[in-house]
């Protein structure tokens, strides 16, 4: 559990992804950055949770806040904007975080809440860091699976969207694994430079999806944070 009664970190994300969907356009982005926590209490990116167990290099925790698998705008394709629109997903979920010399592991365990598609997911992730002076490095893998629910949410498509060239399809439970490295640079002990890069792959149940385009996306984020 954290020692320290409080810190609070806030800034500013730059993000450039690509698109799966058919025809999705790159999302550019600026979104703010804050990392705050008061005792068991804490705000990281859009979630908020509490700290409930833990040890010395462990913890759990009881989190809500928005869904992290799919994109509700279909990445504003123009080709599948006759489709239902899709409502934006709030989800509740357990985390745990454990630390140790092999490096960090992560595992996020989720279901909607919001009654858009109430359907469950599970994200694991490793990742190592390396530091030297006032950069480090971190190298990361990780994996998502989803259940039919959510898959059918986002990459399915329905009797009422199925057109001549666009088959009716549901998808089944399924997975997207991920491949990233991040660097960040600390400075005056209260500035930080973050530069992250990742690259997602698309299991086949989801490649086989008529409004899927693409088996690999890929992401870029510049950030800025001050420490308080």
Known sequence: MPTDDSDLSIGVLLIDSSSEYLQGKNENS???LIEARWKTFFISGDRVGSFFAGGDNWLLAATTGLDHVGDKDRGDSEKLADMRKLDAVIVAGINALVESSYGEFSLEISRDISNA?????????????????SWTATPEIGTLWMSHEVSDY?????QGDARVDRKQ???????????????SYDFDHHHSVILNATMNRFSNRLLDSPIVKKAYTEGLMLGYSYSF
């Not at 997975?175 to 660097?183: E, K, R």
Request: charged share 10%; glycine share 16%; proline share 5%.
């Open 154 to 158: 986002y990459y399915g498509v329905s």
């Open 169 to 183: 399809y549901r998808p089944g439970s399924a997975f997207i694994w991920s491949f990233g490295f991040g660097v």
């Open 117 to 133: 598609h109430e359907g469950r997911a599970a994200e694991f992730s490793y990742s190592y860091s390396f530091t030297s002076g």
């Open 30 to 32: 600026m979104i703010p």
